[in-house]
T-cell receptor, first 115, second 113 residues
Framework: GAVVSQHPSRVICKSGTSVKIECRSL??????MFWYRQFPKKSLMLMAT?????????EQGVEKDKFLINHASLTLSTLTVTSAHPEDSSFYIC???????????FGQGTRLTVV | SQELEQSPQSLIVQEGKNLTINCTSS?????LYWYKQKYGEGLIFLMM?????EEKSHEKITAKLDEKKQQSSLHITASQPSHAGIYLC?????????????FGIGTKLQVIP
């Protein structure tokens, strides 16, 4: 089956630094990927839709300059949390669309802790 | 291994019919989510269940969590073409010492007019 690999699975960073999270579709091309964030005991919140070769589409309330998304190839999308703050600490997960597929494909998720 | 077993994987129903999708775990679930996904649109949050025996409804969709908090069902009454999509259950688990979300494999629903 299709595999989406997300890296790193866990990261701890200092306030003010930037962190990059990668989402790769390993055996298929994904023209569209999605980035989600989960708050403790709450549902996933869609942050943005990442489109290969074009700018990401951000959901209302998500800061574009803080959460930079790049989808430079058909198999890789990256999310960079810039100038991270403790309130950015969360679980981030990506998913990828595969044309013709009947299921959703998710990365393993990244637990970000900002200290 | 799939920590959440979701069934059926695919479902085709006639418009107006009722249907049920199940999500089962071998472990106690402390937060069970239901989502809907349409190709190209990302996940849409439907409902969250936390308490044993809890039941929630949104329009014609009802979700229940059993008393043991190991099984949830999503029931759609009088299905419509707009209900078509992939339905996913998700749950909070602790893996490798930290909390993460895990998903069922998804159920593809087609509603025939």
């Amino acid at each position: 089956g299709a595999v989406v690999s997300q890296h790193p699975s866990r990261v701890i960073c200092k306030s003010g630094t930037s962190v990059k999270i990668e989402c790769r579709s390993l055996d298929f091309q994904a023209t569209t990927m999605f980035w989600y964030r989960q708050f403790p005991k709450k549902s996933l919140m869609l942050m943005a839709t990442s489109n290969e070769g074009s700018k990401a589409t951000y959901e209302q309330g998500v800061e574009k300059d803080k959460f930079l998304i790049n989808h430079a190839s058909l198999t890789l999308s990256t999310l960079t949390v810039t100038s991270a703050h403790p309130e950015d600490s969360s679980f981030y997960i990506c998913s990828a669309d595969r044309q013709g597929a009947t299921e959703a494909f998710f990365g393993q998720g990244t637990r970000l802790t900002v200290v | 291994s799939q920590e959440l077993e979701q069934s059926p994987q695919s479902l085709i129903v006639q418009e107006g019919k009722n249907l049920t999708i199940n999500c089962t775990s071998s472990k106690t679930l402390y937060g069970l989510y239901w989502y809907k996904q349409k190709y190209g649109e990302g996940l849409i949050f439907l409902m969250m269940l936390q308490k044993g025996g809890e039941e929630k409804s949104h329009e014609k969709i009802t979700a229940k969590l059993d008393e043991k908090k190991q099984q949830s069902s999503l029931h759609i009454t009088a299905s419509q073409p707009s209900h078509a999509g992939i339905y996913l259950c998700g749950a909070d688990i602790v893996a490798g010492g930290y909390q993460k979300v895990t998903f069922g494999i998804g159920t593809k629903l087609q509603v025939i007019p």
